[in-house]
């Protein structure tokens, strides 16, 4: 448990800094170990990423809490860095379910987490303010009761389900999460720097922006000169591997050629990373 608690306290750290980082994500043990090794202080798991690992869609329901959880326990034991956890909704719609979730979550090695407000429901997309508020201030008591400096991060998809207004709402929404506890926010689906920048000025705590969506080609240097302080890759890299994947095998039964293996590392430096990486 102390180095769980040093590992959120670096975490918390973070997000208290006037820099902006980048915490990629991870779906399982071979990824989590290669992009640790190459320097960022903090990784994250993507719930679409261990979906697909999974051979399942990016839905709700589509992977269990207890599958979610033996996933992001992996990605824990792997690397020696502070991981927070894609929970999604928290697997369930009472807040008492989310609050076992967050201590769960913590009880796999987790040092951080974000909770959304989809609903999984087309009719009604998000859930209603006062119950997506009580989700996350059950969230943050759940996490405070472990005596972890717990990284909470409160997601609204205002943008991504198209919601009437969306700014105004996931500004509402955004600051209600920040009073009950969320240390963090994060609002995907925007594709342009300027409301982006405005989110920033009328949200109290670190804004978290997604990266690696088509249409959206933003920068590191971009993200942080409007006071952006963490990027994350949600599943994007997870995408651009099955990408790959398919790639290749459309290559090889409409041409019958291999050039996808010009791009591959070699089997030895795998199995000599593999080997070797967090040794003592």
Request: glycine residues 8%; contains cysteine; negative net charge.
């Given at each position: 448990?102390?180095?769980?608690?040093?590992?959120?306290?670096?975490?918390?750290?973070?997000?208290?800094?006037?820099?902006?980082?980048?915490?990629?994500?991870?779906?399982?043990?071979?990824?989590?170990?290669?992009?640790?090794?190459?320097?960022?202080?903090?990784?994250?798991?993507?719930?679409?990423?261990?979906?697909?690992?999974?051979?399942?869609?990016?839905?709700?329901?589509?992977?269990?809490?207890?599958?979610?959880?033996?996933?992001?326990?992996?990605?824990?034991?792997?690397?020696?860095?502070?991981?927070?956890?894609?929970?999604?909704?928290?697997?369930?719609?009472?807040?008492?379910?989310?609050?076992?979730?967050?201590?769960?979550?913590?009880?796999?090695?987790?040092?951080?987490?974000?909770?959304?407000?989809?609903?999984?429901?087309?009719?009604?997309?998000?859930?209603?303010?006062?119950?997506?508020?009580?989700?996350?201030?059950?969230?943050?008591?759940?996490?405070d009761s472990t005596n972890?400096?717990?990284?909470?991060?409160?997601?609204?998809?205002?943008?991504?389900?198209?919601?009437?207004?969306?700014?105004?709402?996931?500004?509402?929404?955004?600051?209600?999460?920040?009073?009950?506890?969320?240390?963090?926010?994060?609002?995907?689906?925007?594709?342009?720097?300027?409301?982006?920048?405005?989110?920033?000025?009328?949200?109290?705590?670190?804004?978290?922006?997604?990266?690696?969506?088509?249409?959206?080609?933003?920068?590191?240097?971009?993200?942080?000169?409007?006071?952006?302080?963490?990027?994350?890759?949600?599943?994007?890299?997870?995408?651009?591997?099955?990408?790959?994947?398919?790639?290749?095998?459309?290559?090889m039964m409409q041409q019958?050629?291999?050039?996808?293996?010009?791009?591959?590392?070699?089997?030895?430096?795998?199995?000599?990373?593999?080997?070797?990486?967090?040794?003592?």
């Amino acid at each position: 448990m102390a180095d769980q608690f040093n590992k959120s306290a670096k975490f918390k750290a973070l997000h208290q800094q006037k820099t902006t980082f980048v915490m990629p994500n991870a779906w399982d043990a071979g990824s989590a170990k290669m992009l640790a090794a190459t320097g960022f202080s903090a990784i994250a798991t993507t719930s679409a990423g261990i979906a697909f690992a999974l051979g399942r869609p990016d839905s709700e329901d589509a992977v269990s809490r207890v599958e979610m959880l033996n996933a992001i326990q992996q990605i824990v034991q792997a690397v020696d860095l502070p991981v927070s956890a894609d929970l999604e909704a928290g697997f369930g719609i009472e807040p008492k379910v989310v609050a076992e979730t967050i201590r769960q979550a913590i009880h796999v090695g987790a040092v951080g987490g974000n909770i959304e407000d989809f609903t999984g429901d087309g009719a009604k997309p998000l859930f209603d303010v006062a119950l997506a508020t009580e989700r996350i201030q059950a969230a943050r008591l759940a996490a405070d009761s472990t005596n972890l400096p717990f990284v909470l991060t409160a997601r609204t998809n205002c943008y991504l389900v198209n919601y009437p207004n969306p700014f105004a709402a996931a500004v509402e929404r955004a600051n209600r999460y920040c009073e009950t506890g969320a240390d963090c926010i994060f609002v995907p689906g925007i594709k342009d720097l300027a409301t982006i920048a405005q989110l920033v000025k009328e949200i109290p705590k670190p804004l978290t922006v997604v990266v690696g969506l088509m249409g959206a080609p933003f920068t590191v240097q971009q993200l942080a000169d409007i006071g952006v302080r963490r990027i994350t890759l949600g599943g994007s890299l997870a995408r651009a591997t099955y990408y790959l994947i398919r790639k290749a095998a459309q290559e090889m039964m409409q041409q019958g050629s291999f050039s996808y293996a010009e791009a591959q590392i070699p089997d030895g430096e795998l199995c000599e990373f593999f080997a070797n990486f967090g040794s003592k």
